[in-house]
């Protein structure tokens, strides 16, 4: 492992191609760990108190939420520095939520996802970012 680690490293270097696919493969969770992006629809609540279902991009440092999917109308954007917590609700109706608050500040945004499944990802995604961003 150890070996295969210093050859990976050797040829990142060198810059030439790396061909051994089992090295690639133990490497991947550090790749996937320095560009994590998700992108989908999530419902939030506008400033009139509505439910409005927004495009959301997570990249670097940023949450972006868009008018569409067609991302030509930004509507707000979020440093993930600045948020100080994420956290599933879960209501006496639902044993999978599929509502998530996120909070900065001392302000306080509900998020609902399309499915408990998305919503979790989302939160889990954030989490991981959040610890990877110096607060």
Partial sequence: M?????ILQRFKYYGMLLLSRDVEEE?????DDEFVTKCGHLWRVDSNGRWVR??????????????????????NAIKVSKIS???????????KP???????????????GETPE?????VAIIEKRM?????
Avoid at 100 to 112: A, D, E, I, K, R
């Fill in 27 to 31: 490497e991947d969770d550090e790749r």
């Fill in 54 to 75: 927004r495009w959301f991009e997570l990249r670097e440092d940023v949450l972006a939420s868009y008018k569409s999917e067609d991302r030509t109308k930004l509507k």
């Fill in 85 to 95: 917590r994420i956290r599933l609700v879960h209501s006496a109706k639902d044993d």
């Fill in 98 to 112: 599929r509502d998530f608050v996120m909070h900065c500040g001392n302000s306080t945004y509900p998020f609902q």
């Fill in 131 to 135: 610890r990877r961003v110096p607060q």
């Fill in 118 to 122: 998305d919503a979790a990802a989302w």
């Fill in 2 to 6: 150890e070996l295969a680690r210093d």
